[in-house]
């Protein structure tokens, strides 16, 4: 290959929100009910039926636009998007071209190559479709519209972003938005966040953009990176053959790490856009911004930076913490109890994060209680259990947050500081390992680990370290 070039993305990114009810109607928006039971005629499409705005929706769209710094469409309004496909109920989509609700923002990223403003070119409330299964066994594809009316909205970027490390960067700024300011919860996995991804490349130095296509069906981050990478190759072995590129939708197959032509690509005048009758414009006062964004929690950024500045904690320390709310506030509400901010960091940044990838589990499923990993903590520092036994009660609580102290005086855990118990076993381990006396004595110094573990374990975990290791070395080292 010659000839250098440069790869431009944008994004499209649907956020589902995290509204009790669907958009246009009462109907629950809950995660995994039985097919077609979160339904009624509305979100079904039945003839004679009227979609009603949830106050919400609104509510959350310019939230999310105050906090990526976009300008509020004062007057907006819906448009409906016509096209047929199986699980649109009403051959027509509820969505805003003309009018969308926030318009000219952006969020900067940071990455290895530095930081960079990302433009957002708007957002815009809509409807989702339903969902198709596909059902190998009979043969068939059925339909479940319980996601049919789920409040998106879409988060239009402009074709700033020329890696995919700046496409995870942003990616993860913005789910970390939605997710600080209750918006959504934005997994992936569930389809709560879902990015398409208009992908082009231009020879070096060009100023022209290329033919771009637009990749669907990417519900990781590593199946969009992977994505990514294999459309920009597959463009440029194109280029370099002397074909073109057709500007198409493509479905990304993760498992064979290749991408297959859906469709042309429409443009607006295929979907036949216009006015959606059934639905008055929307008005957003003066007033009513203001009070949303009085709401605006803390984000991210903010709080990272004040647990370095509060808190005393390495900037890294505060990366993670801050990386999911979940954890942030775990964080927050336990420091606040115990007061041991660096305490409640190395608790929830090691032997948290160990027990999440042993039991396979992500963040936002932590459930067990500030109160007892405080208490847990307390415990340590008054000396009542050793650092063992901390580690061994806490793989508890984190299964089944129980109470340690409670755990503590149940199973007889406390700290062993009775120095004459000590000393005795000290000293029956010594006479049982004379090898490691020996080896000691000789300047082996490393047998000294092996005989206070020794001891340790025939003291059942609840001996004082300090005071062993102090006993250990003192008998080792008297002739």
């Not at 700024?173 to 208009?198: H, P, T």
């Not at 992908?199 to 994505?227: D, P, Y």
């Not at 990514?228 to 597959?234: P, S």
Request: charged share 30%.
């Amino acid at each position: 290959m010659s000839r250098q070039y440069e790869t431009v993305i944008g994004l499209e990114v649907h956020i589902e929100l995290a509204t009790k009810t669907k958009i246009f109607c009462g109907c629950s928006t809950a995660f995994g009910g039985a097919p077609n039971s979160h339904t009624c005629p509305v979100c079904t499409g039945m003839p004679g039926s009227l979609p009603v705005l949830n106050r919400q929706v609104v509510e959350y769209a310019v939230a999310v636009g105050l906090a990526t710094n976009c300008r509020i469409t004062q007057y907006c309004k819906f448009d409906r998007k016509n096209y047929f496909y199986p699980d649109n109920p009403q051959n027509y989509q509820i969505s805003q071209l003309y009018l969308p609700v926030c318009r000219d923002g952006g969020i900067e990223i940071e990455t290895a190559a530095g930081r960079k403003v990302v433009g957002i070119h708007e957002i815009h409330m809509e409807e989702d479709a339903g969902k198709l299964i596909h059902d190998e066994w009979e043969d068939c594809t059925l339909v479940d519209f319980n996601r049919s009316g789920v409040p998106l909205i879409e988060v239009v970027s402009e074709p700033d972003m020329r890696s995919a490390e700046e496409v995870i960067a942003y990616l993860e700024k913005l789910r970390l938005i939605a997710q600080y300011l209750g918006a959504s919860d934005c997994k992936l996995q569930e389809g709560s966040m879902r990015a398409d991804v208009n992908l082009s490349v231009r020879e070096a130095g060009s100023g022209k953009l290329g033919t771009r296509t637009e990749m669907k069906n990417l519900n990781s981050f590593k199946a969009i990176t992977r994505a990514i990478e294999g459309e920009r190759r597959r463009q440029i072995e194109l280029l370099e053959e002397g074909r073109p590129v057709v500007q198409e939708t493509r479905r990304w197959d993760d498992n064979k790490e290749y991408s297959y032509a859906m469709r042309s690509k429409e443009d607006a005048k295929d979907y036949r856009y216009f006015p959606e009758p059934d639905l008055p414009p929307v008005v957003i006062a003066d007033d009513w911004i203001e009070a949303i964004r009085a709401r605006q929690p803390e984000l991210h950024d903010a709080k990272r930076t004040r647990y370095e500045s509060e808190f005393g904690l390495p900037a890294y320390d505060a990366g993670i913490l801050t990386s999911d709310k979940k954890l942030a506030d775990l964080f927050e509400a336990t420091t606040a109890l115990c007061g041991r901010p660096k305490k409640v960091s190395n608790w929830l940044m090691v032997e948290t994060m160990r027990l999440l990838k042993e039991h396979e589990r992500p963040v936002e499923e932590l459930d067990f209680s500030p109160e007892n990993l405080a208490k847990l903590i307390g415990l340590q520092e008054k000396g009542v259990i050793n650092g063992t036994v901390a580690k061994k009660i806490f793989e508890i609580i984190f299964t089944e947050d129980i109470d340690p102290l409670e755990y503590v005086k149940e199973h007889g855990l406390e700290t062993v500081g009775d120095e004459g118990a000590i000393r005795q076993t000290v000293e029956r381990v010594m006479e049982e390992n004379p090898q490691s006396v020996a080896d000691y004595r000789s300047g082996k110094h490393k047998a000294m680990g092996f005989l206070v573990g020794q001891t340790m374990r025939a003291m059942g975990g609840k001996a004082d370290p300090g005071a062993v290791n102090r006993i250990v070395k003192e008998l080792l080292e008297r002739e």
